[in-house]
């Protein structure tokens, strides 16, 4: 599974380089952007999420989902 390489690639939101990119082609395309699934680390980077964000056409954040799951999980029978 992917998942193991998340904490390495996460990064905070909305000051990180895909942050930046999504609010930069936002802003220069006048456009309502949904971008995700980004790993996102939390403030104190004791988290991780799988997060998806919004931005206006100003190129500000206007909000985020933080999705449930990380991963899919394999149930035996199912």
Same mark, same amino acid.
Request: proline share 6%; hydrophobic share 30%; net charge negative.
């Given at each position: 599974m992917f998942t193991e390489?998340?904490? $390495? #690639?996460?990064?905070?939101?909305p000051s990180g380089?895909?942050? $930046?990119? !999504?609010s930069k082609l936002a802003k220069e395309h006048s &456009? #309502? !952007? &949904?971008?995700?699934s980004i790993p996102e !680390?939390? $403030?104190d $980077?004791?988290?991780v #999420?799988?997060?998806c964000t919004i931005w206006n056409p100003l190129g500000e954040l206007l909000g985020r989902h933080r999705k449930v799951h990380l991963f899919d999980i394999? &149930?035996?029978g199912k």
């Open positions: 390489y998340f904490r $390495e #690639y996460a990064e905070k939101i380089p895909s942050s $930046e990119a !999504l &456009i #309502y !952007l &949904i971008g995700g !680390l939390n $403030e $980077e004791s988290c #999420y799988n997060t394999d &149930i035996p």
